[in-house]
């Protein structure tokens, strides 16, 4: 299994621009999720989701959309990219069971000029 | 609302044990969880515990709970180069996949010869 992967690993954008990260496991878990990782802040929950068709904010979610259309893919889109969207991203995934445990992918760090 | 807090960082001597220290807020936390950052990468769980156990020991790693205090902490015995990486507390209130996780801002451990 290659786990939870995410593309692209590094990205610059100017302000104003759009893009869309990708975030895709092969483990079959229902449950995903994006964080955005800030130095001394931790991780704080974009977006998740319970399964396909289903979606729904976490903790910062403006300025970001989802979408699940398969189990295995779950992007995340950036409307109109500002400087406060500079950030580490991660994606993660967990199976349904016993102590939800969260497999991280490697990250994608993101510059907006 | 829930918080996670831990202290930034912390710097022993190669083989010291290692005690990295987490507070939390929330008393409805139903596991709570040691995750390691390695650079470049995203977070792997490392251990968790149960909040009806007060120790969990796994090899050179033992966690304690003190739910009176919402105290966790994390030992490493025998510290090594390779424990370098930031380790992350977190806790969550749920039995599901999609129970809230609250992350803490993570501590760096340094090792030094």
């Known amino acids: 299994n290659a786990g939870v992967t995410q593309t692209p690993k590094f990205q610059v954008l100017k302000t104003g621009q759009s893009m869309t990260l990708q975030c895709a496991q092969d483990?079959?878990?229902?449950?995903m999720s994006w964080y955005r990782q800030d130095p001394g802040m931790g991780l704080r929950l974009i977006h998740y989701?319970?399964?396909?068709?289903?979606?729904d904010q976490g903790e910062v979610p403006n300025g970001y959309n989802v979408s699940r259309s398969t189990t295995e893919d779950f992007p995340l889109r950036l409307l109109s990219a500002a400087p406060s969207q500079t950030s580490v991203y991660f994606c993660?995934?967990?199976?349904?069971?016993?102590?939800?445990?969260?497999?991280f992918g490697p990250g994608t760090r993101l510059t907006v000029l | 609302g829930e918080d996670v807090e831990q202290s930034l960082f912390l710097s022993v001597r190669e083989r010291d044990s290692s005690v990295i220290n987490c507070t939390y807020t929330?008393?409805?936390?139903?596991?709570l969880y040691w995750y390691k950052q390695e650079p470049g990468a995203g977070l792997q769980l490392l251990t968790y515990?149960?909040?009806?156990?007060d120790m969990k020991q796994d090899q050179r790693l033992t966690v304690l709970l003190n739910k009176k205090d919402k105290h966790l902490s994390l030992r490493i015995a025998d510290t090594q180069t390779g424990d370098s990486a930031i380790y992350f507390c977190?806790?969550?209130?749920?039995?599901?996949?999609?129970?809230?996780?609250?992350f803490g801002s993570g501590t760096r451990l340094s090792i030094r010869p």
């Open positions: 929330d008393s409805s936390s139903t596991y």
């Open positions: 515990i149960f909040s009806n156990m």
């Open positions: 483990m079959n878990h229902e449950y």
């Open positions: 989701s319970v399964g396909a068709g289903i979606t």
């Open positions: 977190a806790e969550s209130s749920g039995y599901s996949s999609a129970s809230k996780i609250i």
């Open positions: 993660a995934s967990s199976p349904v069971g016993t102590y939800n445990e969260q497999f």
